[in-house]
């Protein structure tokens, strides 16, 4: 069992790599049984083989991809697997981070983007909003400026796709923008012309709260 467990690690790791750019998410989310840690190893053990045979690109993805699963997997105690709280708070972390990811991987394309959001919107609801604050602090801990810089652009770009997508619950999506917006004002510098735009971005969205009332 153990054996076929690592060869179907070695061949999600070989389409992840050689699939089209942008159909990484779906590849992780149509084999999720296999995003456990013994996945993670085997993105790292081939990465360094990679990175020794001059494979730069495909050795960064695998340990960029192999940071941010571990992360969610810490955020949500991935050890208690008999606990379904925490199987839910994981699926929507998982969620998260795969949307980032999109967002990163299409320049944030609602071509891209609305498609995932339509599939699951049994996700976009108060849970999801308490996630972000809960993934994006292990998202940013100890990443250097321009790092935290680039994930917090991509959570406003996601904010705003959420909230402008003609899917869902409008409620529900507003809710999640606010929260987004709230996260990504909180990083950025006081007074900058990001904060500012942000400032408004949030502003736009409790307008449109009020407004459904």
Same mark, same amino acid.
């Given at each position: ?101 999109? *967002? ?8 891209? %983007?609305?498609?995932?959001?339509? +599939?699951? $919107?049994?996700? &976009? /609801? ?37 909230? *402008? ?8 999506? %507003?809710?999640?923008?606010?929260? +987004?917006? $709230?996260?990504? &004002? /909180? ?27």
């Amino acid at each position: 069992m153990e054996e076929k467990r690592a060869q179907a690690y070695l061949q999600l790791i070989h389409t992840l790599l050689n699939c089209p750019n942008g159909e990484e998410p779906q590849i992780l989310q149509d084999n999720s049984e296999l995003l456990d840690r013994g996945f993670l190893e085997a993105c790292e053990l081939i990465a360094s083989t990679l990175a020794e045979q001059g494979g730069e690109n495909g050795a960064n993805f695998l340990r960029n991809l192999a940071r941010q699963l571990g992360q969610f997997m810490d955020v949500n105690g991935e050890g208690d697997s008999n606990d379904s709280e925490g199987e839910n708070l994981q699926e929507y972390a998982n969620f998260f981070l795969e949307l980032l990811q999109a *967002e990163q991987d299409s320049n944030s394309d609602i071509a891209v %983007i609305y498609p995932m959001l339509e +599939g699951r $919107q049994h996700l &976009l /609801n108060a849970s999801f909003a308490e996630t972000l604050q809960q993934v994006t602090q292990k998202l940013i801990a100890g990443e250097n400026p321009p790092t935290i810089s680039s994930i917090i652009d991509l959570i406003e770009n996601l904010s705003s796709h959420i909230s *402008e997508s003609p899917n869902g619950n409008k409620a529900n999506n %507003i809710e999640i923008a606010i929260a +987004g917006y $709230q996260i990504v &004002l /909180n990083n950025r510098e006081l007074g900058s012309e990001k904060w500012t735009q942000t400032q408004n971005n949030l502003a736009t969205a409790y307008k449109n709260r009020v407004n459904r009332f």
